[in-house]
């Protein structure tokens, strides 16, 4: 179930007991009388969950990183925060944007509802805008017609494999990604949305982003499912900007290991 659904009917029915409690219940006590079993074990939990509730749902949220698809910008075990109100306020739960504040922006890491199952959470980098023209062509990503650059800066050892490890401009933001060369350049793809926007060849694909929706890619180009295999990000699916590390660990089952404090810090 939903994090969040649960914090809300928590706050929800806590809240109920402990107005009730402070209102009415309180004042037909005898003096001196213990808290009966619902406000101990209900109503006094109120006060605690009700800020982490709304902390949660409108300024910051945190994250733990479950796979390699962002390496070498975030690694698998990373715990990261995500700010809630920078992209437009939104209802908890529904996630109904009441607010618009701001939007993404190219080379913007962000949290989303993946779209063929919006029970999950995933996290990759924006790349193309509504109405972008986004070409991957032979591991080449342009942007409406205009090459992103990037910079070699040498290898990354992931497993058994070498990748290319290679510094990359899109927008204002300078990040790393990696490319494997002996990797295919077409992912294959999954049925979705505005399918139609996308023309596919062994070579890459060219899609056009639609309305209300964003491109998205791992950092880790050929170890990434995203936008090239299951399509747009829609508005509505936007959880937040991802913007700070705040602790790491490689395992957490059955042990917890490899615990670092030296990745703690923003990133890009």
Known sequence: MDFALILFVLSVVTGVLWFYDVFKARKL????????????????????ILPIFLLRSFLVEPFRIPSGSMIPTLQIGDFILVNKYQYGVRLPVINKKIIEVGSPQRG?????????????DYIKRVVGLPG???????????VNG??????PVGEYVQGIDAETRLTEKLGDVTHDILNNPDRSDEPGS?????????????????????AGHYFAMGDNRDNSADSRVWGFVPDENIVGKAFFIWFHIDNILPFPKGVSFDRIGGFK
């Open 132 to 142: 972008d023209k986004i070409e991957y062509i032979n591991k080449r990503l342009t």
């Open 190 to 210: 999954i049925p979705h949305p505005f399918s139609e926007n996308c023309v596919r060849s062994a070579k890459g694909l060219i899609c056009t982003v639609p």
């Open 108 to 120: 913007d890491v962000f949290v989303f509802r993946y779209p063929q199952d919006p029970s999950q």
């Open 29 to 48: 006590r005898p003096k001196g009388a213990p808290d009966p079993w619902w406000v101990e074990y209900g109503a006094s939990f109120f006060t605690v």
């Open 146 to 151: 205009v090459d992103v650059p990037v910079t």
